[in-house]
């Protein structure tokens, strides 16, 4: 049963501390997303990557939040430091970018932070 | 600037009946629209999709009409199951090339038994 997973499933810390939330993506997969969701703008994308290249962070506060892959079953996205406003679900997603013009992603359960 | 809209908050529907979510869109280059839907505590889920170049999708009870004049998709769940008490997500792509997703902000739809 081939699924993303992501830990920790919930993080409490204090404002000023890094946070560090893991993505392993389905096996095989090439893409990998990560989002957060929020009540007043849904889901939004912070990064993708594609073969382990980042190809998008626009959506990403530069100063304080890194996204990376170092292999090709772990991402990563780190907040440091944190604030209070970083308080939301952050889902990672895969999916594999092939032939086809479009191909579905997989979400993970996400990871709540709670940022004190 | 929210290029995809839901505008509806929530929805309530008896179940047995009809449930129609709708989104509306405002970039032109989308042509690839989805739906997903998220349980607590869980991740969303892909529902249906639908091509710009069809205006009907249809997978068992769950329908997706899409009116490109309009810039304007609808769900339609029928008949409405208590299981499908979600939220549902809205999202808009261009296919092929970088396949950046934009999704709405949700509805959640609450099917009364």
């Known amino acids: 049963d081939a699924r993303v997973t992501q830990t920790p499933r919930h993080k409490v810390t204090e404002m000023g501390q890094e946070v560090t939330m893991r993505c392993q993506p389905i096996?095989?997969?090439?893409?990998v997303f990560w989002y957060r969701q929020t009540m007043m703008q849904g889901l939004e994308l912070l990064a993708y990557f594609r073969n382990r290249a980042p190809l998008d962070d626009s959506g990403m506060p530069k100063d304080r939040f890194s996204a990376e892959m170092p292999d090709a079953t772990l991402a990563t996205l780190k907040i440091q430091p944190s604030e209070p406003r970083d308080s939301a679900v952050y889902f990672c997603?895969?999916?594999?970018?092939?032939?086809?013009?479009?191909?579905?992603?997989?979400f993970g359960p996400g990871t709540r932070l709670t940022v004190l | 600037d929210q290029q995809v809209k839901q505008n509806s908050p929530s929805l309530s529907v008896q179940e047995g009946r009809i449930s129609i979510l709708n989104c509306d869109y405002t970039n032109s280059m989308f042509d690839y629209f989805l739906w997903y839907k998220k349980y607590p505590a869980e991740g969303p889920t892909f529902l249906i999709s639908i091509s710009s170049i069809k205006d009907k999708n249809e997978d068992g009870r769950f329908t997706v009409f899409l009116n490109k004049s309009a810039k304007h998709l609808s769900l339609h769940i029928v008949p409405s199951q208590p299981g499908d008490s979600a939220v549902y997500f809205c999202a808009a792509s261009r296919s092929g090339g970088y396949q950046k997703v934009t999704f709405g902000i949700g509805t959640k739809l609450q099917v009364i038994p």
């Open positions: 997603a895969s999916g594999f970018r092939g032939r086809s013009s479009y191909n579905e992603q997989f």
């Open positions: 096996l095989g997969h090439n893409t």
